[in-house]
């Protein structure tokens, strides 16, 4: 997880230092501690929450604990994982046992990712708890909030409320509730107005909603690259509205320091319940601190992995496809659609990080650039949409004529369709001796 990484590989080098070490003593635990707690500094984690943190490391790590253990080094990281998901906290659920429908009303600043969150958890909803969202669109002071809400709540098939901007937000919630009973929905989730800055109006105007519909959640999406201000942001609405309860923490993906989504649940006391992972409708997942703590400390997320392929994966079309792999007979077609699962899943990096030691072995290693690997598929990708139904699945009609026309249609050469026609004949070659039960040959890779 890209947030993640600076933190991820400091802690990984103070790990690292003490690998080598039979025995470790008190200085040596100091020693590693100290650039534990920059580590956590420099990644914005809150200076308090910072310093407990190694107080409560430090007293299980000097002791009996460590002078009892095979690997002094590895319990040092099993201690650091444990305290690193107590501070995460125990992940929040929604809780669907009251009256229905079940009121869910996001509040946050203006860029924290609420309009786009709020479609994203109603997918996860519709999904993974089989509930029916309904949307109401209230921020009526962002330019194209509203319609950026509608167009999403369109694109995904969701029931919605939407009265532009001109009437009064509290008023648009109330109304839009009394629809979304009308059309017997489970789930309502109300898009409020963010602001640049907290400020009294706002607050008022979120305690108007409040009051009016009496929401049964009242959760803060909060932007996770904002650092220290983050934990500012969520302290400021948990007192504006008395009491939020729960957080959802977006652009997790970014490129940032992260130290919030370790600060926030330690100084608001409210659990974290969800993570915004990307910019696509499904790249939005529950909060699980052992799991993210596991990222932090480059020990991966096979769960998470497993979870994010069964919800894309068909279980039965690759059944399907693994017998055609195995006999000889996967086609273009075949490869185009497993690639397309592959996407889904997240940018290459994300699936990286999600395996044990992968991530940080991969790029460390010369010549390895996730770019690359992107422009590669991207250009496989285009060399078989280039192709025609018929070439897709006998690529052996692909003659001269061919190859010089899907060159020209995917911006490539006629070398590099011959390149990938020969891994791709390779490669079947390969699966079918496997699925015999021989000995794999060696093969260069389709993607470079």
């Known amino acids: 997880m890209p947030i993640f990484e600076s933190l991820s590989d400091r802690l990984q080098n103070v790990f690292d230092s003490l690998g080598g070490k039979g025995t470790l003593t008190e200085?040596?635990?100091?020693?590693?501690?100290?650039?534990?707690?920059?580590?956590?500094?420099?990644?914005?984690?809150?200076?308090?929450?910072?310093?407990?943190?190694?107080?409560?490391?430090?007293?299980?790590?000097?002791?009996?604990?460590?002078?009892?253990?095979l690997n002094p080094a590895q319990q040092v990281v099993k201690i650091v994982n444990e305290e690193l998901v107590d501070t995460l906290g125990e992940p929040g659920r929604i809780d669907f046992s009251g009256s229905k429908p079940t009121v869910i009303m996001l509040v946050g600043l203006q860029g924290s990712g609420k309009t786009t969150t709020a479609a994203k958890?109603?997918?996860?909803?519709?999904?993974?708890?089989?509930?029916?969202?309904?949307?109401?669109?209230?921020?009526?002071?962002?330019?194209?909030?509203?319609?950026?809400?509608?167009?999403?709540?369109?694109?995904?098939?969701?029931?919605?409320?939407e009265e532009g901007i001109s009437a009064a937000p509290p008023e648009i919630c109330e109304r839009g509730l009394a629809a979304a009973k009308a059309q017997q929905c489970d789930?309502?989730?109300?898009?409020?107005?963010?602001?640049?800055?907290?400020?009294?109006?706002?607050?008022?105007?979120?305690?108007?909603?409040?009051?009016r519909t009496r929401p049964s959640e009242i959760i803060l999406v909060a932007d996770a690259m904002t650092g220290q201000e983050a934990i500012n942001v969520?302290?400021?609405?948990?007192?504006?509205?008395?009491?939020?309860?729960?957080?959802?923490?977006?652009?997790?993906?970014?490129?940032?320091?992260?130290?919030?989504?370790?600060?926030m649940r330690a100084v608001t006391g409210v659990p974290i319940k969800f993570l915004g992972t990307g910019e696509k409708p499904d790249a939005f997942?529950?909060?699980?601190?052992?799991?993210?703590?596991?990222?932090?400390?480059?020990?991966?997320?096979?769960?998470?992995?497993?979870?994010?392929?069964?919800?894309?994966?068909?279980?039965?079309?690759?059944?399907?496809?693994?017998?055609?792999?195995?006999?000889?007979?996967?086609?273009?077609?075949?490869?185009?659609?497993?690639?397309?699962?592959?996407?889904?899943?997240?940018?290459?990096?994300?699936?990286?990080?999600?395996?044990?030691?992968?991530?940080?072995?991969l790029t460390n290693m010369p010549g390895f650039e996730e770019q690359d690997l992107e422009k590669n598929m991207k250009r496989v990708e285009a060399i078989i949409l280039s192709m025609t139904p018929e070439e897709r699945r006998k690529p052996k009609v692909i003659n001269a004529n061919r190859k010089r026309r899907i060159a020209k249609g995917s911006g490539t050469s006629v070398q590099e369709v011959n390149q990938l026609l020969k891994q791709f004949q390779e490669m079947k070659k390969l699966m079918k001796k496997l699925g015999r039960g021989g000995k794999p040959p060696r093969i260069p890779g389709l993607f470079g």
């Open 27 to 69: 200085e040596d635990v100091n020693k590693a501690l100290k650039e534990v707690r920059v580590a956590l500094l420099e990644a914005d984690v809150n200076l308090r929450v910072a310093k407990d943190f190694i107080k409560r490391v430090k007293e299980r790590a000097i002791g009996a604990e460590v002078s009892k253990a």
């Open 121 to 161: 958890l109603a997918l996860m909803l519709r999904r993974q708890y089989k509930k029916s969202p309904f949307l109401i669109a209230a921020d009526t002071y962002r330019p194209a909030a509203v319609d950026q809400l509608v167009t999403l709540a369109k694109q995904l098939d969701f029931p919605y409320h």
């Open 187 to 211: 789930v309502v989730i109300m898009d409020t107005a963010g602001r640049l800055q907290i400020d009294t109006d706002m607050m008022e105007e979120l305690q108007a909603i409040k009051k």
């Open 234 to 263: 969520a302290e400021g609405f948990n007192d504006g509205v008395d009491g939020i309860s729960g957080l959802i923490l977006t652009k997790v993906d970014g490129d940032a320091r992260g130290g919030a989504a370790i600060s």
């Open 285 to 361: 997942e529950d909060f699980h601190p052992d799991r993210l703590a596991s990222r932090i400390l480059g020990m991966g997320d096979m769960l998470t992995l497993i979870e994010k392929a069964e919800s894309v994966i068909d279980e039965e079309e690759a059944k399907r496809m693994e017998k055609a792999l195995l006999k000889g007979q996967f086609t273009f077609e075949d490869f185009l659609k497993q690639m397309k699962q592959i996407q889904r899943l997240g940018s290459i990096r994300s699936i990286l990080g999600m395996l044990p030691g992968m991530d940080r072995a």
